[in-house]
């Protein structure tokens, strides 16, 4: 079964995470398949990309499963390729919309934040636990969309933020239910399509500081300062021991 599947709509191309069974969470073999769709829609006639995630949940994030059976290296990594199709998002040349319901954790939250249009359902959570082990990934692409603030805000969060605090925030564009998206997307669509594919490339890169080398600088040092194996582990037993202890 094909981890990520790539629909092609017309003039859009749909990316859908399908490891439902996880949660869709980002496994080393997700992100290379993430990578390898976004290259395609952009070598396709496509105007716009659509992220969206089967299952009950559009992703967990970073899939933690099997984290004492990786080393610091391993996981660093991983990180690193997550950052890497991030920054591609980011700075992709085609309109970017995330469709979100469910669990939207980590570095999905992460993805979402790169989209140029964010929709999601009133059930959608986010919550971006990186800095409670010490990971600085994507801060700089947060604070651009909702201010240094909210950033903060957001990130210093011990529990999920709901989509009406996202809405408020600017973390989301809009709060829409499954049976509004076709509508929602015809809408950007038309928007988009009033432009020629050059000028809107031209547009989003104006609109959007390339800072990808300090980032992914940012990244390393803060995956690398002391291990972020036994950090991550640490993290999950307070989970665990919450769950346990509520």
């Known amino acids: 079964m094909t981890l990520v599947q790539y629909v092609e709509d017309g003039l859009i191309v749909r990316i859908i995470l399908n490891r439902p069974q996880k949660l869709n969470a980002f ?3 997700i992100i290379l398949e993430l990578t390898q769709a976004l290259s395609r829609a952009e070598k396709s006639m496509a105007r716009m990309v659509v992220f969206q995630g089967n299952g009950k949940g559009f992703s967990g994030g970073f899939d933690l499963s099997d984290i004492k059976a990786s080393s610091d290296s391993e996981l660093l990594m991983r990180f690193i390729q997550i950052e890497e199709f991030l920054q591609a998002v980011y700075h992709c040349p085609l309109a970017t919309v995330a469709f979100v319901h ?3 954790f ?3 939250a992460d993805l979402v934040a790169a989209c140029h ?3 999601a359902t009133n059930d959608a959570r986010f919550m971006m636990p990186g800095p409670k082990f010490g ?3 994507g801060t700089r692409r947060l604070s651009v969309l909702v201010g240094e603030d909210n950033a903060r805000q957001l990130l210093l969060r011990d529990k999920p933020f709901d989509s009406s605090d996202a809405l408020e925030t600017n973390f989301i564009s809009e709060i829409k239910e499954y049976d509004e998206w076709a509508n929602v997307e ?3 669509f038309s928007q988009v399509n009033k432009t020629d594919i050059e000028t809107y490339a031209e547009l989003a890169s104006q609109m959007r500081p390339d800072h990808r080398n300090s980032d992914m600088t940012t990244l390393v040092r803060s995956a690398s300062s002391r291990s972020v194996q036994s950090r991550i582990q ?3 037993d307070h989970i665990n021991e919450q769950k346990n202890n509520p």
């Open 102 to 104: 469910g669990a939207c």
């Open 135 to 137: 990971l600085v990934l």
């Open 27 to 29: 496994n080393e073999g």
């Open 117 to 119: 249009w964010r929709i």
């Open 186 to 188: 015809e809408k950007i």
């Open 106 to 108: 980590g570095a999905a």
């Open 234 to 236: 640490i993290y999950l």
